[in-house]
């Protein structure tokens, strides 16, 4: 009789050891989610830099697939191709003022056309960014950190996604007519030479470089205005940023 009762209460010892453990790693994994005073875990800071990004890209997005969003802004303005300088130069000196314009125009409205469907593609992407990669830059002494590291892993993906987007924009602004016209009268300039330009290649970088501009400036208000840090996670992971700006990174 003694011998059952033992071996009962080892079989109970050893069953609640085997849940414990097996319950263990998931209550931590839990506790790792939950916001709580004092020091970040590396799941809240990967979290807080992709909520800061998210917020960087709808507003940017936001911002730029507005009228005049893009061409009303001079640091993102779109303008010839740098290889097609020269074609605007000769184009203007015979009288086509009009013609280029509403070419830089059109350049400009495909881009605040794609704008707007840009933003699914690069918030797709921004869930994509490890925790680890995300701790690493949260004390960067960098202010666009994280920004600028979304950009540099992200950059091809992103481009063979947004490509097709700003074709299509392209095409519906008349932006591909307007350059098939002005390329044409160019070429038939004497001694002119030809001039071949992917236009839509060109446009997406751009673009894309107007857009992560945008994101960068609004990771920047995060960073540095305690005020605009919508969520408790947004205060608690940047402020714990703000206390020990030095560098350091998480492991």
Known sequence: MKL??????????????????????????????????????????????????????????????????????????????PEARK?????????????????????NRAAELAANEAKPIFISAIKEMSVQDASNILLSDQKNAATTYFQRVT????????????????????????WTDLSTAYNQIPLAGKVNTDLAAYATQKAMEGLFLEIAQEELKIRENSGLRSSPLLKKVFGFADRNNNGVSFR
């Open 155 to 178: 950059s091809k993906a992103l481009e063979a996604k947004f490509n097709p987007v700003i074709q299509s924009s392209l095409d519906k602004t008349q932006a591909t007519k307007y």
């Open 87 to 107: 074609v605007e130069k000769a184009l203007r000196g015979i009288g086509m003022n009009k013609a280029c314009d509403d070419f830089i125009l059109s350049l």
């Open 4 to 81: 059952k009762i033992f071996i009962s209460c080892v079989f109970i010892v050893s069953s609640a050891t085997s849940f414990a453990q097996f319950k263990i790693p998931q209550v931590l994994k839990e506790a790792a989610n939950v916001i709580k005073p004092g020091s970040p875990s590396q799941i809240e800071i990967g979290d807080a830099i992709k909520e800061a990004l998210e917020i960087g890209v709808s507003a940017g997005t936001d911002r730029l697939s507005l009228q005049n969003g893009f061409i009303g802004n001079s640091a993102i303005k779109l303008l010839f191709p």
